[in-house]
């Protein structure tokens, strides 16, 4: 079921999927909508932009043994020097292990790292974001291993997601994928291959417009844990 999304990985850096062919099932977007995109857990910190973005987020430490995939919530979710914004951030926190849809989800995203790229032990972020004009500020590098994005609702259009060869002339460059990720849509790319982003929503014809996504990460070992990598998964 995988192999499809390990061959694009590894080829052109990027693939487009679905959760249902992730092995998601039909009632999850759903579900976990109604869970997490409301606000008891959504809020807006000051100094956070775009201005009127909503967001929560999660690090769980991971760890691929012999008998599988072991998880624990990491003790910290800080932010540091991220997105042109200096200094460390604290975000509303969800611990999605004590759900077991949420720890459904993180199971099923870090599966979609090609087993040859799996860190013995490493940390996956989660980030639940709602906007409602702007989705980014522009182009840019995470400065993480693997970035997926999942959208789970959508109103209005725009919202296009788009990846950009970092080294082309930002005056001629041309997106190697320009892509409007609809509900129950997934992109995964790996981030050091591409400037990625999306364009502003644009309101659907009663004026409004939102859109809900998870924005997680495969993150490098030196964002928690240290700078010296541990070996691979075999």
Known sequence: ML???WASL???GYVLTDDQEIGLPAEFRENFGQAYFNGKVLRHDPGDFPVDRLRARDVVRYYWRDDGLHLQEH???TITDRAGIEGDREHSRVRLLRDPQGEELIRAFLRLVPAA????????GVNLFRTFTDVVTTPHHDDEEFIILYVLN?????AESYLYDPDDDPDSRQPVLRHQLNPGQILIFEDKRFKHGA???????DGTAMRDVLVCTVDYRSSYLGASPPSLVA
């Not at 790229?117 to 996956?124: I, K």
């Not at 959508?154 to 725009?158: D, H, N, P, T």
């Not at 364009?199 to 014809?205: G, K, N």
């Open 199 to 205: 364009t502003p929503l644009q309101s659907a014809p």
């Open 154 to 158: 959508r109103v209005g259009g725009g």
């Open 75 to 77: 003790e910290r979710i």
């Open 117 to 124: 790229r799996r860190q013995v032990d490493g940390t996956f």
């Open 10 to 12: 590894a080829g052109q």
């Open 3 to 5: 192999d499809r999304i």
